[in-house]
């Protein structure tokens, strides 16, 4: 391989000759060696954002020439559109404020941006990190790539499962079948009821994480170090906030306490409580299709979902819930990333939450998850659900908790009573109801209606 000698503040470094890095990322690849994690591409694509918009907003306030913020502009576009990606190696177990991520976004847009210029116009820290700290460029891309993940990702994953279970309620709405509270019998319920419940958590779990999204749309930039703002000139922090709203499309703003900003990743940790609450309805969600499908014969087998692959190396003919276990495997890691969003972000001490790191990278790893977990779950099982109705007719008239109708004509004890002799004897309620002298054979026909009762 083949080498050029990059200088820092520290001295020289060799840097692969092919790579547009510098000395400040050669020192972090040498000096964490942890693990294989590395920076997330989000996080390596909100930086070329903010960089952008940070010089476009340093050349509105005076502090930068035309050609320079030509060469900036064009090589942050290349890393927003991921053709650098290669030249952003770094592993999340670094600095705990981002800083060697930060200087890895300034000394890849400045060679390039040299390249692109064919002369020697930017410096890491003079240009493409002016006005700027890593102290506010960190926190500022973390809720960037939060805020462009959820909303061009997570939502439209999350309406797509919406959709197909609103498509579902319609076409099983003149289905009832047996209710289950405890994992045992109760009363009747429509299918399509049950399956509106799973929508509305849908529905329901987005409306709680765009509540947190006016949080993540308030940016750390412009609190430079400590949050006083120290080096960065009057009226940076709007300007900024206000280019990358123009960048992004969305309305992005200052936050108003910087202090905060650095500090606190409440934001952030109220942002992924919405992830965890989805998390939580996709493994209830998950759980109940599968129940509903077990069997073939010897479960409740009151579903149909699709038949994707063999089920086992050992039994022929064995079908499993395959994307149920795996959208439950992803509800798992995103409550373990929960609590270490939680823990890191309590870790705010004084003027700087060094934890920022490992708060982007199970973020966005939950966002990643959740966005393919139920995009996945919809196409290969959801979407091909179709309910055994005659299993389902089947189960309710079976049912003994259909007593629950008679409480009204022989009163909760006798229901009681007919409801465990049946059970004990093996007979129908209405056989049981006639035994004990509780109803006669016509008035049980008049007021028992299952399908009324739902």
Same mark, same amino acid.
């Given at each position: 391989?083949?080498?050029?000698?990059?200088?820092?503040?520290?001295?020289?470094?060799?840097?692969?000759?092919?790579?547009?890095?510098?000395?400040?990322?050669?020192?972090?690849?040498?000096?964490?060696?942890?693990?294989?994690?590395?920076?997330?591409?989000?996080?390596?694509?909100?930086?070329?954002?903010? @960089?952008?918009?940070?010089?476009?907003?340093?050349?509105?306030?005076?502090?930068?020439?035309?050609?320079?913020?030509?060469?900036?502009?064009?090589?942050?576009?290349?890393?927003?559109?991921?053709?650098?990606?290669?030249?952003?190696?770094?592993?999340?177990?670094?600095?705990?404020?981002?800083?060697?991520?930060?200087?890895?976004?300034?000394?890849?847009?400045?060679?390039?941006?040299?390249?692109?210029?064919?002369?020697?116009?930017?410096?890491?820290?003079?240009?493409?990190?002016?006005?700027?700290?890593?102290?506010?460029?960190?926190?500022?891309?973390?809720?960037?790539?939060?805020?462009?993940?959820?909303?061009? @990702?997570?939502?439209?994953?999350?309406?797509?499962?919406?959709?197909?279970?609103?498509?579902?309620?319609?076409?099983?709405?003149?289905?009832?079948?047996?209710?289950?509270?405890?994992?045992?019998?109760?009363?009747?319920?429509?299918?399509?009821?049950?399956?509106?419940?799973?929508?509305?958590?849908?529905?329901?779990?987005?409306?709680?994480?765009?509540?947190?999204?006016?949080?993540?749309?308030?940016?750390?930039?412009?609190?430079?170090?400590?949050?006083?703002?120290?080096?960065?000139?009057?009226?940076?922090?709007?300007?900024?906030?206000?280019?990358?709203?123009?960048?992004?499309?969305?309305?992005?703003?200052?936050?108003?306490?910087?202090?905060?900003?650095?500090?606190?990743?409440?934001?952030?940790?109220?942002?992924?409580?919405?992830? @965890?609450?989805?998390?939580?309805?996709?493994?209830?969600?998950?759980?109940?299709?599968?129940?509903?499908?077990?069997?073939?014969?010897?479960?409740?087998?009151?579903?149909?979902?699709?038949?994707?692959?063999?089920?086992?190396?050992?039994?022929?003919?064995?079908?499993?819930?395959?994307?149920?276990?795996?959208?439950?495997?992803?509800?798992?890691?995103?409550?373990?990333?929960?609590?270490?969003?939680?823990?890191?972000?309590?870790?705010?001490?004084?003027?700087?939450?060094?934890?920022?790191?490992?708060?982007?990278?199970?973020?966005?790893?939950?966002?990643?998850?959740?966005?393919?977990?139920?995009?996945?779950?919809?196409?290969?099982?959801?979407?091909?659900?179709?309910?055994?109705?005659?299993?389902?007719?089947?189960?309710?008239?079976?049912?003994?908790?259909?007593?629950?109708?008679?409480?009204?004509?022989?009163?909760?004890?006798?229901?009681?009573?007919?409801?465990?002799?049946?059970?004990?004897?093996?007979?129908?309620?209405?056989?049981?109801?006639?035994?004990?002298?509780?109803?006669?054979?016509?008035?049980?026909?008049?007021?028992?209606?299952?399908?009324?009762?739902?």
């Amino acid at each position: 391989m083949e080498y050029r000698i990059e200088k820092d503040s520290m001295g020289e470094m060799k840097v692969p000759a092919d790579r547009y890095w510098a000395a400040q990322t050669q020192r972090s690849l040498q000096n964490f060696k942890i693990g294989g994690e590395q920076m997330p591409e989000e996080i390596t694509h909100a930086f070329g954002l903010l @960089k952008k918009a940070a010089a476009i907003t340093n050349y509105r306030l005076g502090k930068l020439d035309d050609r320079r913020l030509d060469a900036i502009c064009k090589a942050s576009d290349e890393v927003i559109a991921g053709e650098l990606t290669g030249h952003f190696p770094l592993l999340v177990w670094q600095t705990g404020s981002g800083t060697q991520s930060n200087m890895n976004a300034n000394e890849v847009i400045a060679n390039r941006g040299n390249e692109i210029a064919g002369e020697k116009l930017l410096h890491p820290n003079d240009h493409i990190n002016m006005s700027q700290s890593s102290n506010d460029t960190f926190p500022t891309a973390l809720h960037i790539a939060a805020v462009m993940s959820i909303e061009d @990702k997570l939502f439209p994953s999350m309406d797509k499962l919406t959709d197909t279970f609103r498509r579902l309620e319609n076409e099983n709405e003149d289905v009832v079948k047996s209710g289950r509270t405890h994992l045992q019998d109760a009363v009747p319920i429509k299918f399509s009821q049950e399956i509106s419940g799973w929508r509305n958590m849908l529905e329901k779990t987005k409306g709680m994480l765009k509540a947190s999204l006016p949080g993540l749309k308030e940016l750390a930039l412009g609190g430079t170090a400590v949050g006083t703002g120290l080096n960065a000139p009057k009226g940076f922090d709007v300007e900024a906030a206000k280019v990358i709203s123009e960048l992004t499309g969305r309305e992005f703003v200052t936050a108003g306490n910087k202090f905060h900003a650095l500090s606190a990743k409440d934001d952030i940790t109220f942002a992924h409580g919405g992830l @965890k609450a989805l998390a939580a309805d996709m493994m209830k969600i998950a759980n109940d299709i599968r129940w509903l499908s077990s069997g073939p014969r010897c479960g409740l087998g009151e579903i149909y979902i699709p038949e994707n692959e063999p089920g086992s190396s050992i039994m022929p003919g064995k079908v499993n819930p395959t994307q149920c276990e795996s959208l439950t495997m992803v509800a798992v890691q995103v409550m373990g990333n929960d609590a270490a969003v939680g823990f890191a972000a309590s870790q705010g001490n004084f003027e700087l939450n060094v934890f920022m790191p490992v708060i982007a990278y199970n973020f966005l790893q939950s966002v990643r998850l959740l966005t393919d977990g139920i995009l996945s779950f919809n196409d290969n099982c959801a979407s091909g659900i179709k309910a055994n109705r005659k299993k389902m007719k089947d189960n309710l008239y079976n049912s003994l908790m259909l007593v629950t109708a008679l409480n009204p004509y022989i009163g909760y004890d006798n229901a009681a009573r007919a409801a465990k002799k049946a059970y004990k004897e093996n007979i129908s309620l209405k056989q049981s109801c006639i035994e004990l002298g509780l109803l006669t054979e016509e008035k049980f026909e008049e007021v028992f209606h299952p399908e009324g009762m739902a």
